[in-house]
């Protein structure tokens, strides 16, 4: 990775910013990715991601998730960044199915 934070691998790290920050617009609320060891002894290393978004729920002080989540490494994606950007896309899908079907049962 160069200092202008671009990848020769794949996505980068500033992909994963401006995801993070253009989902946030998109869906409101707040955006985060997590990264925690998994502590399995047959996969040493391996790491657990998760892809979160948290919104103001109907009731005051109720909290909304979505999430989805992702294990590195894998074959499918060569780094870290690669997986991350995967996870954005996924919620991404996740929600828009959501709210095409809650768009479906509110036009009558």
């Known amino acids: 990775m160069d200092r202008s934070g671009s990848s020769s691998y794949g996505p980068s790290w500033r992909d994963i910013g401006e995801g993070l920050e253009n989902f946030e617009r998109k869906w409101g609320g707040a955006w985060s990715l ?8 047959e996969k040493p290393g391996e790491l657990s991601v998760l892809c979160k978004r948290t919104a103001a729920g109907r009731q ?6 979505a999430y989805v989540s992702g294990r590195y490494p894998t074959h499918q994606y060569v780094t870290l960044p690669a997986l991350m950007l995967s996870l954005l ?3 991404d899908r996740k929600l828009t199915a959501v709210a095409e079907v809650a768009e479906r049962q509110t036009t009558f």
């Not at 997590?34 to 002894?41: E, I």
């Not at 005051?60 to 998730?65: A, H, K, R, Y």
């Open 89 to 91: 896309f996924e919620l």
């Open 34 to 41: 997590r990264v925690t060891p998994t502590y399995r002894r």
């Open 60 to 65: 005051p002080g109720t909290e909304v998730e």
